[in-house]
């Protein structure tokens, strides 16, 4: 009987070694879509019996993504990334000891296996990245949205040590954004930071909540939520001695320009505010513009087409429970997207998971508030220098229509130092371009066009 017993317990601890401690470090895998390959990186750490996992996906040079829950039983492996809109499930199989499973991100799904251990990678940085050492102060922050109980990290860069700086806020695009906002193998943050400070200008940039290093709920946070996450980086500014607090102002970009008007509008200390490729018009009508211009299928019907979409906004935003807008919303997708992806022979499993994808993103706090948000109602309380950007080939912000928007709630409302250009030949993120669509961005290695960068600090200069 004593030697049974200690099968079994040798048993048991050679599953809890296999299953349990082996599942802590690096794991590694590569995910193929459509002729690309995508390579992810997770990092699996235990404190308190507890696992948690720190996402990488050096094909975009994307890092420091942290998925709210993961868990380890019998074998399977559940990366749970609701709040920041991705979930992976994967099976260790002893043989090839690899997890095998799936990435799903939006309606997207990926057969994704991971091995252990981490991804070589060399230096590639783009041509205008800096390298260290830098010729200015740089300092690692932490500052506190006691409201939310959160903790936000950033960099603070400042032109001397020693000193009192005028310092600038980045504030980034929807999405879960680190400091540097990262994206496509570009650091659009870390350019402008660099630039600026260079020039005389501190910057603060910081992780968005729940991502990178700061802590919180990225998944079930609104635009609203993440002003007052600019308002507790303001406070923290003013406790400082080298921060010139008569001259903090905000820089946004895309939602960031609708961010930092709420802000303003909730504080007296920001002094100026730079808008880059922001909206002017209401959510419901930029929804219903990219809906058309970001389609990445053919529609027969247009104007059908945009009445579905009006419709299915109306529902998202109706004041009735969720799960009375979820049974509604899936009826009419169903009815409205199912049979146009079937006309275009895409199978059913890939519908369904598109259309839950939809029905996801819908339903999240931050697509209710941002579809009923309209900033030209916080533009027109502006009373503080405000300069707008936009590039004349963003295909994801029109620049006539939204900068139109936000000249009319200035004029609206009295302000008497404002400045707006549409930039030549820019896209979305002020890069200098040939079409303006999303998948060009990475194939150019500008990050940030040095007119769009003198334009900045030549404004801001005059202003401090």
């Not at 996992?53 to 990334?81: A, C, E, Q, W």
């Not at 709420?262 to 922001?278: E, G, K, T, Y």
């Not at 895409?346 to 706090?365: A, H, R």
Request: charged share 25%.
């Amino acid at each position: 009987m004593k030697t049974v017993v200690t099968l079994i317990v040798v048993f048991i601890v050679s599953i809890v070694s296999a299953y349990s401690q082996n599942i802590l470090g690096d794991w590694n895998g590569e995910a193929k879509r459509g002729e690309k390959l995508i390579t992810f990186v997770f990092k699996i750490e235990q404190e308190d019996s507890k696992y948690s996992t720190t996402m990488s996906v050096p094909t975009f040079r994307v890092s420091g993504i942290k998925p709210s829950t993961t868990t380890f039983t019998d074998g399977k492996l559940i990366i749970n990334g609701a709040n920041v809109g991705m979930r992976y499930e994967g099976v260790f199989n002893k043989d090839t000891q690899q997890f095998e499973g799936t990435y799903k991100e939006g309606g997207v799904e990926l057969v994704l296996n991971l091995k252990r251990g981490n991804v070589k990678t060399t230096d590639s940085r783009r041509p205008q990245e800096p390298a260290k050492p830098y010729p200015y102060y740089e300092e690692e922050v932490v500052f506190q949205n006691t409201e939310a109980k959160i903790e936000l990290a950033g960099t603070l860069t400042l032109p001397n040590k020693n000193g009192k700086f005028p310092v600038v806020i980045l504030i980034s695009g929807s999405g879960p954004q680190d400091r540097d906002e990262s994206f496509m193998g570009h650091k659009p943050f870390l350019v402008l930071s660099d630039y600026l400070t260079r020039q005389g200008i501190g910057v603060l940039r910081f992780d968005d909540r729940g991502h990178g290093e700061s802590t919180g709920d990225f998944g079930n946070a609104t635009t609203e939520d993440f002003s007052k996450d600019v308002l507790s980086a303001i406070d923290y500014l003013k406790t400082r001695n080298d921060v010139d607090i008569k001259n903090i102002g905000l820089i946004g970009h895309s939602e960031g320009g609708i961010i930092a008007p709420l802000a303003a509008n909730n504080s007296n200390d920001v002094a100026f505010m730079v808008l880059l490729a922001s909206t002017g018009i209401s959510g419901t009508e930029l929804s219903v513009m990219q809906s058309k211009t970001l389609r990445q299928f053919p529609i027969e019907d247009e104007v059908a087409y945009e009445k579905n979409t009006r419709k299915a906004i109306a529902i998202v935003t109706s004041n009735k429970s969720e799960s009375e807008i979820k049974e509604e919303l899936t009826t009419h997708y169903n009815d409205f997207l199912r049979p146009i992806l079937t006309s275009l022979n895409v199978p059913d499993e890939k519908i369904n998971l598109f259309i839950d994808g939809q029905l996801k993103t819908s339903l999240k706090p931050w697509s209710r508030y941002f579809l009923q948000y309209n900033p030209a109602d916080e533009f027109e309380k502006l009373q503080i220098p405000i300069l707008s950007l936009n590039g004349s080939k963003d295909t994801q912000v029109n620049a006539k229509i939204n900068q139109e928007g936000i000249r009319q709630a200035l004029i609206k409302g009295g302000n008497q130092d404002y400045k707006i250009v549409e930039l030549k030949n820019l896209n979305h993120f002020f890069q200098e371009c040939e079409i303006g669509n999303m998948d060009e961005y990475r194939k150019i290695e500008q990050t940030f066009s040095p007119i769009a960068l003198k334009e900045i600090s030549n404004w801001i200069l005059k202003r401090i």
